[in-house]
């Protein structure tokens, strides 16, 4: 059981293809306490999603090898339970919107405020929920 005011350890994955964004996110939370995984391709996060569960996915979309969209869906299947924060720079399509609206705790425009998403995650890992 929880202990009041203490925040059990997570596990987040950070999944983009750039390496700038992926320091600035792991910089980001390295103060929660939380092991946090990086994935630099579609192809790696898979495996690293096969091998070990995840409480938290920050996903990019476009990535190198495979769309986050495709990405998303496997991560889903095989592990239902892992929150996914969707990352983009470009416009999702009408086909895919309905897909991420509904899969995703909460979809992320490029570029972000590094602030905002450092209040948003601590919000969801203190409170288990995205509603700030």
Request: aromatic share 6%.
């Amino acid at each position: 059981m929880p202990i009041a005011g203490i925040i059990p350890m997570k596990k987040i994955l950070l999944v983009d293809d750039n390496d700038l964004i992926l320091y600035s996110l792991r910089k980001t939370f390295s103060h929660y306490p939380a092991e946090i995984a990086i994935a630099r391709s579609g192809t790696d996060a898979l495996l690293k999603i096969t091998a070990h569960s995840y409480d938290l996915c920050l996903l990019d979309t476009p990535l190198s090898d495979i769309d986050g969209i495709d990405v998303m869906k496997r991560i889903k299947t095989v592990s239902p339970d892992t929150k996914i924060v969707f990352m983009t720079a470009s416009p999702i399509s009408a086909d895919s919107k309905g897909f991420v609206e509904r899969e995703s705790i909460h979809c992320i425009s490029k570029p972000f405020d590094l602030g905002e998403v450092k209040m948003f995650i601590k919000h969801l890992l203190e409170n288990g929920s995205p509603s700030l």
